[in-house]
């Protein structure tokens, strides 16, 4: 009798339950459609070579996954605490780093359950990232078939993420096309969240030094010593003093982004995308769904577009034998790739904000007017906020400096963009760089050798 | 699946079936499949992987994962051992494909192999704000094992559902499935049911808490057990989970107790 009544509440409830739950479901609902990695003959070779760095990456990974929802879910008046908390265990996390590489759900399942998309682009591009480091650990595949098997393995990326693959070009383009700069997020993570926004610029700095130090190493033990070395150099000095810019592929791995600029770029789309989402989840003004919406428009500005093949070379390395090993003030430095992309954005911005000024400023912004607004930018981008920075985002510090300036509205809404400010940038972009000459292919006929390099080390 | 009716085949031929089917598998996932694999991901719950909830999401499309699960259990004082090798494959986006072979050994019932389970899996949408994640599965029991006649199918309706805001991922899980006993003898039951509410929780990067309650009905007329089970999920490497989990009867039909172990290996 009395499992009879067990039995009839527990079918009674389970029912009910499952009938409740499935009526709510939207027609619309989207699905994960989730594609397996590919099964490669060098698959887990950087697993297998390189552990103490697959750690690292885990650690690398686990703090980005979490901010997702720490924004999300803290309001933005506790910035500092909530910073310096997440901060903490991110240090706890490195020092005692994940065995297997989180998936970004496994931190953020909040966020997982808002923005999907996201998750699916990031874990994507991860596993590009897996698959290129595996390509570069494996000593069976001969240096000089590195660079065939590198675009093999961006071909496949492709094909498995056709929906949601990144774009090849470099960020100079896709920034551009993204027009997120007069968004009313854009700077926030950076200004109010420096400490995690930080931790990321240095995260930034491992991920081309990973790949430098395997182009300087070479495929054999070199490489081993030259990865090691490495880490000690980001344990012991990047990570306690990271770099004040995100630093980009053709700066911190100028040999490999000529070996691989297909991948090169995407990387550093990625990791433009983390700072821009960021931002707009660290931003409460905005409803989730406006959020969502903004986002999403944000992955499409940033994702393939026909005709990006012919862009991926479109770049110059500042310091084309750079070793990664040498922790200098350049690669600390605010100044960079980065902040001159930023700086070139807004001059190409300038004569369309002008038109929309109140009033008419026609005859042109004041040179004093446009040192103040570049010298306020050049503040906004640099982590923190500094001393006679105007508080707020970029476009918060933009409405105190010129009160009259009536902002392009299409712009400003989330998930919505002024194409007319995209085409211009667009189209200053073509005047500098458009003729630039493609960058070189790097050589890889002899393996390299890191004796010098490695000779200052071993003392 | 029905592993109460089972043939006898002697306990060295079971083993030998057992090796040839899983060296069988592995050769022909290597060579037949696409390239591609997906690691093996802890927070993807399995049935009897180590509990007997499982969750709404399939493996990946085009993903391969050899599985083993292992059950023991304790029916008044006599010992029932199963143990099942699976492959499964992501057939389509949101579609997995599932093929089952138990064998069964001890001395509760007859050694033997059990009946050999096929199943499809469909996903019907992610988990939002708001609504649950749903999937479906459909899958049949063919007579493979002693005594056992008609094709049994089932079909499952299954979700899962993070709580709050998930700081810990935690989720429930529902699963209710009903068969339809095809070749009914007069002690049976024509219609079976089968419901489990399960929980789960991460307690560390690499390890996965899952509990459940589990509601079965027998084939036999008023058989009914009823199960609580607590388990872990260990992704080991990054192509392999193992789990571990026990489980303990709360009716007289019920087990006694009950052990689980678990691999998965993704190819």
Redesign the interface.
Known sequence: MRSQIIKRITIGLLTTTAILSATSLIVEAQQRNSVAHPRTPYRLSFYNRHRRSYRVAGALHFAHSKLHDVLLLTPFKNHKKEDEKLYQEVLKVYNKPPRIEPTMELYAPYSARVTWRLFRVIDSIHLLHEMTEDVMSDKDIPWNKKEKTLKEAYKLYRKKYKDIAFSPAPLDVTMRRAGVMMKPYFTLTRNYYPKNNNFFYAAHWWHPAVYESMMIGGNDKEQDEMLNQMENLFKNLVIPNPPMRMLLSREGSPRYSRLSPETANVFDNLHMLHGITYDIFAYDGWTIEQKRAELYRVLKALSYQPGDEKLVRKFTTPKPNINPLNYDEWVKSSDGAMTRMMMEMMMEMIPMMHGNMKGGMNSGMSSEMHKKMMMQLKMKLTPGIQEGEIPGSWVDAMKVLMPNMKMSSEAMEPGKINPMMVKIMLKGWQYKYGNLPNIEPISMDREPSALSILSQYRK | MNTNKLKYTGKGKSLTKLFLGLTTSFYLSTYLF??????A?H?NLEEGLPTEVEDA?P??????ELQGAVKYDCINGKDSFVIEPRLEY?IA??TQARIAVPFKFGNAESDGIGDVGVEVFY??????????A?AVSVGVDTPTGEDSAGIDPTVK?I?T??LG???N?DRLH?N?GYTFNDAKKDDERRNV?K?V?GYSR?L???TILVTDFV?EQEKEEDE?T?ILELGIRQ?A???TVWSVGAGVGL?NDSPDFRVTAGIQQS?
């Not at chain 2, 696409?34 to 690691?39: D, I, R, V």
């Not at chain 2, 493996?59 to 391969?64: D, H, N, R």
């Not at chain 2, 996903?123 to 649950?132: A, G």
């Open positions: 696409p390239k591609t694999a997906e690691a991901d927070l999401y493996v990946p499309y085009q993903g391969i992501g986006p949101n996903n019907f949408n992610i988990e939002t704000l708001k609504t649950p749903f309706l979700m559902k993070t805001k998930g700081t991922l529902l209710v049911v419901a509410a991460r560390s990067p690499q509601y009914d009823y992704q490497t990054p192509l009716s190819l």
